[in-house]
């Protein structure tokens, strides 16, 4: 079986900063490849602001470029927008591949906001990165309290053992302090170049348009 990394998130625009999680996660985990999941629409974001799935996707291109990294909208063909919907289907789609579900601990800390974050845990692994300013507050998460007794070891995620799950690993990491918001706040038109791109979906081979 492949392991397979999925970094979910709406990618308003992808940066370095995924890109250097993605390639962490990989070389920590023994993954195979990461696909990075560009959300139709986040149900925890605002739509306000939020360029189209297609800038997304090739901004996340771009930045994956030369890498063992997928960037896919599949969440758009299976009709899925929650995070547990999309695990299951993928789980069923690709039984040849072990998933495991990657999130900072910024995430983390808002996981029990998540629908069935619980289903989540029960689906498919789940590695967190650390944050700076969000460690504490995702270590005293509701969602943490309950996910602490099943914490083990990154080496846990072997294809064998990650059959037991709920199952989480914490990976230490110093993240490049680049987000999205200001990016967008440096070039609020960035989507503009994009805009007569035709792009191809990375897992389905699919046109996004």
């Known amino acids: ?20 999680i993605s390639l962490a996660a990989i070389d920590r985990l023994g993954l195979g490849e990461v696909w990075w999941l560009v959300s139709p629409g986040n149900p925890l974001k605002p739509a306000e602001g939020m360029a189209s799935l297609s800038a997304r996707v090739s901004s996340a291109r771009e930045a994956a470029r030369r890498s063992p990294i997928r960037v896919t909208a599949i969440e758009r063909q299976l009709g899925t927008r929650f995070t547990v919907d999309t695990l299951r289907a993928l ?7 072990r998933f495991v579900w990657i999130m900072g601990a910024d995430n983390l800390a808002q996981f029990h906001l998540w629908k069935d974050w619980r289903a989540i845990a029960r689906t498919v692994p789940i590695a967190v990165f650390a944050r700076p300013g969000y460690e504490a507050k995702a270590m005293a998460s509701p969602a943490m309290a309950w996910l602490r007794r099943y914490r083990a070891a990154p080496s846990a995620l072997s294809e064998r053992r990650a059959q037991s799950l709920p199952l989480i690993v914490w990976l230490r990491f110093d993240p490049d302090p680049i987000s999205a918001t200001a990016l967008r706040r440096e070039d609020p038109r960035w989507a503009d170049r994009y805009a007569s791109l035709a792009v191809r979906d990375g897992v389905t081979g699919k ?3």
């Open 1 to 20: 079986m492949l392991a397979t990394g999925l970094l979910g998130g709406s990618f308003n625009p992808a940066h370095r900063g995924h890109r250097q």
């Open 91 to 97: 789980v069923r789609r690709y039984p040849r591949r």
């Open 207 to 209: 046109a996004i348009g």
